[in-house]
């Protein structure tokens, strides 16, 4: 049976996919991947995967300024036009990273605030950048994004304490992908074990965070049925489930996306 999947969190727009995108898009519909989003990170990114959704009607766009190239994003006005085309379906990739701080985090903090109050202001789901500022990201949703506006974690590999902070205080989604595939990933894999299957959607992130057996490989949308699988595995249930619970969430934190359905 072949499984459908919504990857909501790609970047297809990369040069490692240049050599083989026609055969790549090909390769994740004949894996049962309906959509994929593919979200940029800055206005070049951002722009491309407009692009890329023109080409490809499985692509699904989202715009947006990442963490680490907020020092370079400028004023800014270049995203409102891109915020404004009917095809993109969220605002993002946006957040924080204190990981590796390749942008100052009082630019990291304004840059992320900006967005978030123009998603509100377009009823736009955020797409988040989280690592090792949970409780900034958290503080800054709280003040910066309308209520009722959908919101992601995307990349989610923390504790089941903060994905349940999230979910709870926030009414945000979480974002599973290779990762929990990865036998170390303990803390994530009780997370995923625990938290409400109706809050969690289906994410690649590629071409990083390939799964198991691929790991050190270039990822792609295809492999996103393995990530399914290891979700299944850890909820004790079948692959068709958790595929069918994660495309109706995608759906859901994606309205537009569901309107192409």
């Known amino acids: 049976m072949t499984l459908a999947l919504v990857d909501t969190h790609a970047h297809l727009d990369g040069p490692e996919y240049e050599p083989d995108l026609e055969q790549t898009v090909t390769r994740a519909r004949d894996a049962g991947v309906t959509m ?16 890329l959704a023109g080409r490809f009607p499985a692509v699904a766009p989202a715009v947006g300024v990442h963490p680490h190239l907020a020092k370079d994003a400028g004023d800014l006005r270049w995203l409102v036009p891109l915020l404004d085309d009917p095809r993109v379906v969220a605002a993002g990739e946006m957040g924080l990273d204190y990981h590796y701080d390749f942008s100052p985090r009082e630019r990291q903090r304004e840059v992320f605030a900006r967005q978030l109050e123009w998603a509100g202001e377009r009823d736009l789901p955020a797409i988040i950048h989280c690592r090792e500022a949970y409780d900034e990201v958290m503080e800054i949703m709280s003040a910066h994004r309308k209520p009722g506006t959908p919101a992601v974690i995307h990349c989610f590999t923390a504790s089941y304490d903060v994905g349940t902070a999230l979910i709870d205080e926030h009414d945000a989604f979480l974002g599973i992908g290779g990762a929990v595939t990865f036998k170390k990933a ?29 790991r050190g490989q270039r990822n792609e949308p295809a492999y996103l049925g393995l990530t399914c699988a290891a979700i299944a595995a850890l909820r004790d249930t079948t692959a068709e489930a958790i595929a069918q619970a994660t495309t109706a969430n995608a759906l859901r934190l994606f309205p537009r996306l569901a309107a192409r359905s």
Not at 201 to 211: G, I, K, Q, S
């Open 186 to 214: 303990t803390d994530l894999h009780d997370a995923v074990q625990r938290l409400p299957l109706e809050r969690l959607v289906l994410e690649t992130d590629c071409p990083f965070m390939t799964p198991v057996p691929h």
């Open 36 to 51: 994929i989003v593919s979200a940029g990170q800055d206005e070049a990114t951002s722009r491309a995967t407009l692009s």
